[in-house]
């Protein structure tokens, strides 16, 4: 069964940095696209980041120079680092995984950030 799991999120004070993590099982991702995306009540999800199957990353304009998206083809994982967080980046915050020329997504659970003093 494949299964993406979420890790690495919390509580955080304005200013602070967090590292997300998402690991796969179940199935070989070393070729797939990865994507980070976050979600608040009564909104739609949204794309924070995205990286390519060799690596390239593009950043929504809310996070560029303070979000790092990067990946480990060996130990199939993702990751999202979060620096100079702001109380808007309070979200629960999903990883997303798919294959080039696929249309099937596979979703990790979420992991709530919650960004406060």
């Known amino acids: 069964q494949v299964q993406l799991v979420e890790s690495g999120g919390g509580l955080v004070q304005p200013g602070g940095s967090l590292k997300l993590s998402c690991g796969a099982s179940g199935k070989s991702f070393s070729l797939a696209e990865g994507a980070w995306y976050r979600q608040v009540p009564g909104k739609e999800r949204e794309l924070v980041a995205h990286i390519t199957n060799d690596g390239t990353p593009t950043y929504a304009d809310f996070v560029k120079w303070r979000f790092t998206i990067s990946r480990d083809n060996f130990r199939k994982t993702i990751s999202l680092q979060m620096n100079f967080l702001k109380p808007e980046d309070t979200a629960v915050y999903y990883c997303?995984?798919?294959?080039?020329?696929?249309?099937?997504?596979?979703w990790g659970q979420g992991t709530q950030v919650t960004v406060s003093s």
């Open positions: 997303k995984r798919q294959f080039p020329s696929s249309t099937r997504e596979f």
